[in-house]
């Protein structure tokens, strides 16, 4: 599996969990929790394919990327992410908890498809 297989598979299964996911908690708890789960999964995806991105630029460059660059722009990501859930919650547009879980889609995504792509390759 290539890793732009194994990332659209992240992404396509993150979206589609955050969108079952979301129909039950929006009954539950309203919603601001159903559009939580969604924002933060929409999120997590957003950061995963930037990160995605970057890692195939800096093994494609034949120079490298600086450890220090490489340093400042996950920084500015992970700060972008940090301000957008800030205004998430700032404005109440979502449930904490539920935004919370929305941002935790995208690792359970991750493993899944890892252990899907180890016992392929066993």
Same mark, same amino acid.
């Given at each position: 599996m290539s890793v732009s297989s194994f990332s659209i598979r992240v992404m396509r299964d993150t979206c589609v969990a955050a969108t079952v996911l979301s129909l039950p908690v929006a009954w539950l708890a309203g919603g601001p929790g159903g559009l939580g789960v969604l924002a933060g999964a929409l999120l997590a995806v957003g950061?995963?394919?930037?990160?995605? *991105? *970057?890692?195939?630029?800096?093994?494609?460059?034949?120079?490298?990327?600086?450890?220090?660059?490489?340093?400042?722009?996950?920084g500015a990501r992970l700060l972008g992410l940090g301000l957008a859930c800030a205004v998430l919650l700032k404005l109440t547009l979502v449930h904490p908890v539920a935004l919370l879980g929305g941002l935790t889609v995208l690792p359970c995504a991750v493993i899944?498809?890892?252990l899907r792509s180890a016992g392929k390759d066993a």
């Open positions: 950061n995963f394919l930037w990160l995605v *991105r *970057r890692a195939s630029l800096a093994g494609q460059e034949s120079g490298g990327t600086s450890a220090g660059a490489w340093a400042v722009a996950s899944l498809q890892g």
